[in-house]
């Protein structure tokens, strides 16, 4: 059997069949791996229009009134409409008070106006009169900064004097306040020795308050029947201190003079009360207690009121420089401000700089906006010319959202009712216009309506929430008939001059978008790139990752 097909293999016929064969298979091998490459369609990234609408179908229908109400709770403010009466479009019909939103929205507008104001200030560039007042607010803050620095050191130097000038009035008064003492003191002990030297309960009692008294006013301990010799001849206590704040005048040293000569005061007044006036004193004894007595009292009401007047002096002197110190910051800021502004000035604004600043007047008018469209909730307006039907408000009455208390019907003698998905009923709002087609008349006989009113409770069609909108012609036509089939186009959004793609040519993975980008011959790379608005035309907006002229892969088959 081998041999056979050894033959077999042997004869020229076969031997050329089999390398026909061979080649063939090779040939058709190569050809298929060579062709086997993706094909790509390329478009280019180019600057046009996205445009976003929704469009739905809808049907003409009588006009039917209009039910309108407020968004937020609030008081009823005024009411400019009743029943029966003509309204035209956009004009208030009921309003709720909005004292506050509208101060606010006041004042955002007045930041947005100065913020806009400074980036097209910024955007202009420095003037040479810029630069002039610029320096000239240098030579004036360089100036209030010299002002305030002599007026700090006036207010210190001041401040020094007079309160130097009372202590030296307190010192002063302390000096004659425990010299009055003292002799109040010896007057005492002449009548203590001439009616009360013995053993009674009263002698005892003013012997005590005596002994209290030298103490405190003069130093020496249990002096309560010491003479008038003796005492006379003391010199410590309050009245030691006194001296010692004479010979060191210091402002601690007067302090303690002045507590120490308070407290010794009103221990010789409390003595001097217990001395009792009685018959067996001499008129001349008891007028001369009552003298000290009167002394004694006058005394620390003085030396209370010493204390009173550098209290208070300390405290405006403290208020004053600080007043000064801050005035003094306030010309050191003020200063290294106009510095700044003047090397600002003369270096001219960077790119960065004016970008920054059309930021902040960007983000200045969208708080002014955002204010409006508060303020806007609280007034109702009407959506169009027409006739009020219903007016439930009341000035002064508070009415909860969402609660229809307006309705009205439009002069037009038909609308439009259409109900819109739940994914594209927030891109429409109250107010926005359509175009819309008849069916009867073609697509190129165009009416205009306006966005009426959308219901805020969906209604399931086929197991999708649509919401019930309605939409009002703005002219009257003869050609509109009730029942009519309308196809409604409502313009969301349009963006100009953007970079755009089809929208087939980005693909999503992961959360990430991406499109395919040719970079040579028929070679592609994958790129990320961010997108914007979504056109109903099949474009998308590129808002980053491509730039004009690149070439993408619109569509891809094969590999």
Not at 69 to 94: D, I, L, M, S
Not at 170 to 191: E, G
């Amino acid at each position: 059997m081998a041999n056979k097909l050894s033959l077999f293999f042997k004869k020229p016929v076969i031997i050329a069949l089999i390398i026909i064969i061979a080649v063939g298979a090779a040939g058709a091998f190569l050809y298929f791996r060579v062709n086997k490459k993706s094909i790509y369609s390329f478009i280019a990234v180019q600057r046009g229009e996205v445009v976003q609408e929704v469009s739905v179908t809808g049907r003409v229908k009588p006009a039917e009134s209009v039910d309108l109400a407020f968004e937020k709770t609030g008081r009823v403010f005024n009411v400019y409409y009743n029943v029966g009466q003509e309204v035209a479009e956009g004009q208030a019909v009921v309003a709720l008070e909005n004292g506050d939103i509208l101060a606010q929205f006041r004042q955002a507008e007045a930041s947005f106006e100065a913020a806009n104001a400074t980036y097209l200030q910024y955007k202009k560039g420095t003037r040479p009169e810029e630069i002039q007042a610029a320096e000239t607010a240098v030579s004036n803050a360089e100036r209030s900064l010299e002002n305030a620095e002599e007026n700090l050191t006036y207010t210190e130097n001041k401040a020094d004097s007079d309160l130097k000038e009372d202590y030296d009035s307190a010192l002063a008064a302390a000096q004659k306040s425990v010299a009055v003492a003292k002799t109040s003191l010896l007057t005492l002990t002449d009548i203590q020795y001439v009616h009360f030297n013995n053993t009674t309960q009263e002698s005892i009692i003013l012997k005590n308050a005596k002994a209290n008294a030298v103490l405190m006013l003069l130093g020496a301990p249990d002096a309560g029947l010491w003479t008038s010799e003796y005492i006379s001849k003391l010199s410590g206590g309050a009245f030691g201190r006194v001296q010692d704040a004479a010979s060191n005048p210091t402002y601690e040293n007067i302090d303690k003079a002045l507590s120490y000569t308070n407290t010794a005061l009103q221990y010789v007044r409390d003595a001097l009360n217990l001395v009792p006036v009685n018959d067996n004193l001499t008129s001349t004894e008891k007028t001369n207690l009552s003298t000290e007595k009167s002394n004694v009292n006058a005394e620390i009401i003085n030396i209370a009121a010493k204390q009173q007047a550098i209290s208070v002096q300390k405290a405006t002197n403290n208020n004053n420089i600080i007043t000064a110190q801050i005035s003094l910051t306030t010309a050191r800021n003020t200063l290294a401000s106009a510095k700044d502004n003047l090397a600002l000035k003369r270096a001219g604004y960077t790119k960065e700089q004016i970008a920054s600043q059309k930021a902040n007047a960007d983000s200045a008018k969208a708080n002014a906006e955002n204010l409006q469209s508060q303020l806007a909730k609280t007034i109702i307006k009407a959506p169009f010319t027409g006739i009020i039907i219903k007016q439930d408000a009341k000035i002064g009455e508070v009415v909860p959202a969402q609660t229809p208390i307006v309705s009205m019907i439009s002069e037009s003698k038909f609308e439009v009712e259409a109900n819109i998905p739940e994914v594209d009923i927030a891109k429409i709002k109250i107010g926005e216009t359509a175009m819309v087609t008849l069916d009867a008349y073609g697509e190129d006989v165009v009416f205009q309506v306006k966005v009426s009113e959308i219901d805020p409770a969906e209604t399931i069609i086929e197991d999708v929430p649509t919401y019930e909108t309605k939409l009002q012609f703005l002219q009257k036509d003869n050609r509109i008939k009730s029942g009519m089939t309308a196809n409604i186009d409502i313009l969301t959004d349009k963006k100009e001059n953007v970079l755009v793609v089809p929208n087939r040519a980005v693909t999503v993975k992961d959360g990430d978008k991406s499109v395919l980008v040719k970079i040579n011959n028929l070679e592609v790379e994958e790129r990320k790139v961010e997108t914007g608005l979504r056109g109903s035309d099949g474009n998308i907006e590129i808002l980053s990752g491509l730039k004009e002229g690149e070439e993408v892969v619109n569509f891809k088959e094969g590999e």
